[in-house]
Every structure is written in C-alpha cells, then in structure tokens.
C-alpha cells in the first residue's frame, strides 16, 4: 500500500527537471511547510509527544525537561520502537556555555553470560529475540543524567504526561497500528501478551490502550530517580523474571551501569561541521561518507541523477567496510576515531571508487591511529538550549521479554555483537555492542545551526549524510530535505560479521525517474524493491540566528509533526 507521501513522490516524478541551480522546478518535494516559531519547537513522531513537550516548555521547563517528557511519551504511544527497555544517545546544545555536549546511555551485556555460552548452545549468531540478546537498559539513566546536568524542572513533573495517558489510555495512531499489527510473533515471550496485545490482539486505528504497567514504573523514577528503576523494586522484578525465563541480567548488571558523557566528534562538509557522536555508535560512518563526496562535484551532477546516486552508493560501501571491521566499544578496544574521519583518510579512500562501474567488494581501510526500530526527538527552546535525541528497544518491540507488570519490553541489542573470535565486536560480559541509533547536530562557524536525526538502523548514516547533501548541495529547505526521495543501498557488511557479496542492492524510494533506475543498472548495480518504510523517519530544528526564530521539520513518513510557540 502506498502512503500519501509515495503517491505523491509519484506525483512528482513526471514534472521533476533542475535548472541551474539544481532545484525542483514545477512541484517541489517538501509536502508541507516548515514551521517558524520564536520561543520553542518541538518535532517527534507522534503528535501527543509533541504536545507534552510544547506543555513542558510553556510550563517554564527547559529543551532538555521537554525532550525528556516527549521520550516517555513515546515509549507509551509508540511501543513498536523505543521505551524504558531500551538505549539512548544524545547530543545537547547548552546555551549557557555555548558547547556540545554528548552522552551515550547504552546498556551493557550482562556479567554472568559468556561467549562460550553461546558455543555451547552450537549458535553462529545471536538470536533476534528472547533472552540472550538483552543487554542492560540505558534510557532510563540516560533521563537521569540529562536532567542532573542541565534539567530544571521535577522528574514527577516531567513524566506527569507520560503517567496520565498510560492510566487513562490515548488512541492508536495510523503508522503504529499497522506496525503493532506484526508483534503476534512476540506472545511466545512470557509478558508480552498481557502489556501489548489487549483481548489477545494488536490495537488498531483509533483503538484505546491503556499501559498501568509503564505508569507504575515511571511513577517510581519519578519519586526515586534512578534507584525507582535500577535498585529496588523495579529491578528485583526484572532479575527475577530474567531468572525465571532463561535470562543473565541481574540486579547487579542494573547496579553496575553508568551512562557516560562524551566529546562529539565531527567533519566539516564545504563549511558545515556536522557532528556525530563516537563508537560505539554508527554516527561517525555519516561523517565518513561526507568527507569522500566533498572530492566530488555533486551539485553539478543534480539530485534524482545516476551520478549522484552511483557515487552516493560507493561512498557509502567504502565507510561501512569499515564501520563493519572499526566499530564496538573503546572500552574494549583501541579505536582509530579521528584517523577514520580525518580528510586524509577520505582522500586515500575515494582513490578506490570508480566514477563508472560499481564495486563488487571493498576491503576495509588502514586508518591512522591519531590522538585525540527507533524513534528521534529533537526539541528547542527560548534560552537557546537545542537537544538531538535518539532512543530504540533495536528491533520493533525489542527482545520480547515483558518483566511482569513492569509495562515495558526489554531490548535485544545484544543481538549486534559478533560471536568471530578476535572481531573488535566480539560478545564479551558487561560490554556494549555496536549500535545503530545516533543523534546528529549542525554548526557553522562555531555557533548553533540546527539538530538532525533519522531513525532506521543502517539507513541512519546513510540518512544523516543524504539530508546534510540535500540542504548543502541542493539548496533545499529543513521540511524539503527530510521529504525528498531517499536513497538506501543494503548487503554492506556488518559488526555482526555478515560481508558484502556482489555489490549488494541499491534501493530507491518513490520520486526518482525511471531513467536514473536504468542508467544504474547499466552501471552495473542491482536495483532492489522495498517498502516506504524502510528509508527511516527525519525530525530537525534549524536556528534562524537573522530573524532570531526556529524553523522545524518533520517526517512525512511517520505520525507525527514539529509544533512551536
């Protein structure tokens, strides 16, 4: 079934011509406006998030009180991809000291499970669901640690409207109901029929659901902060269910974790410093891209041409050889950071890529060692204060695994480790695995310019880096840039120790021409079918520093909007 975005892409795609300037003559690509706004926007995937963030926000709370609320909202009316069971990445932009800060809020493997575990239960990966893939739930500790630093109201205040919907129930909205509907696979897992399949089935459109589990435990981070969810009650109920049903996470694995705030990394694209957060992350493959596309002309080649997309593709083979061989944990490895997204680096790199003819395979690079299912949030306010925020349970509901009477699913992001001996991936107790969710944010000249995510797992580099090209090359507007035809190339290889075989598949959303499609495949690359929802869902706020206004953008793709006040 196509969405009202494909049928409009469709639209498009017999009027779609550039001039000189590479802009989309006749109908343009943005299917709404931006939104402008002087004190405050908030941009989520589903409207009551929005709402409780602009409430926050009115209430005389901060960006970072307002993000906070939005994302427990989300767990609530967005199941299918984020919740307390899941990880958190974040990038804020504090006003006061005018700095990035980053923080990553990922969860590590629990301390009792062993790679020779999994040897012996004769496993060449790691399951998608049930209870060898969860790893400690970091959202959580992530709210904790942002509200420490810079929050400014109560956390009961905060997770007051997450609490209220999750009692009273809220209605179902259109994307999540036909996501919700795939979840049956899930009732094999003790809990999750009872918290997410209400009179034995998935709600839908319009239906009510209620969570009284997901109230009761946000009720307890409210009075207690961290200890309501990782001591105490809450973390004995999940132990002991793990217990129970074959799992390793213990009251210690909860004890034990710690989120950690880190530098931001980033690249400068034609003048623009795009910045990404470290591994353990994928963000920095983003950077890696753009630093080999700024050797080539792109704005010459126009957007929707085969040129762009073929060199588009091979950028992005190059980067995730080494993302697949590079990035894990820098706590357990030694990792070339600043070698992979040096200009150096991309020079030597884009000498492998063939402006005529698709590569087979690529091998991963020899850096330098210098010194040195998911939903985004992003949300502004009136001090100046921006925050880029990313949280997921990994795949839809994650592992499965509902702790009775908790409300929430624990994630399975466990399942991205490797079990290759020697791979810088590779299992290990209390490590974290390679991670796709990353948060993004924009600076000119050293000054704030806008907050970037798109969730979607390997799409989301590839995401971050087409949205950065369009607004750069193309001159397009922050609603334009999220709403143009993306690009998705699959079969790189992977962390989890999957390689490349036969170039892999290039993927193109509704709005390219017929002729590009052919002109590829002449090249030599596979085209590949796929649906709508696999080119991930885009939320930015830009800052507006002439007009001292925010501008904000959302996906079409997904339920929600960008609002402001």
Known sequence: MKTRLALMMAATLTTFTADGDNRPIGKTFATRSEVIAQNGIVATSHPLAVQAGLDILKSGGNAIDAAIACNALMGLVEPTGNGVGGDLFAIVWDARTKKLHGLNASGRSPHSLTLEHFKKLKLTAIPQDGPLPVSVPGCVDGWIELHKKFGSLTLKKILAPAIHYAENGFPVSEVIAAGWQGSTKFKKWPGFAETFLPNGRAPTKGEIFRNPGLAKTLKSIGRNGRDGFYAGTTARKIAKYMKKNGGFITEKDLTDHCSEWVEPVSANYRGYDVWELPPNTQGIAALQILNILEGFDIKAMGFGSAAYVHHFVEAKKLAFEDRAKFYSDPAFNNLPVKGLISKTYATERRKLLNSKKPAKTYDAGNPAMLDGDTIYLTVADKHGNMVSLIQSNFRGFGSGMC??????????????????????????????????????????????????????????????AQIVINLVDFGMNLQEAGDAPRIRHSGSSSPTGETMKDGGEVFLEYGFSPETERDLQQMGHKIGRSSVGSFGGYQAIKWDAKNKVFIGASESRKDGHAAGY
């Open 403 to 464: 702790p009775t009477g908790l409300g929430f699913c624990l994630q399975n992001r466990g399942e991205l480790f490797t079990l290759e001996q020697g791979h810088f991936n590779v299992y290990e107790p209390h490590k974290r695995p390679f991670h796709t969710i990353i948060p993004s944010f924009i600076t000119k000249d050293g000054q704030p310019l806008m907050t970037l995510g798109l969730m979607g797992g390997d799409m989301q580099p590839q995401g971050h």
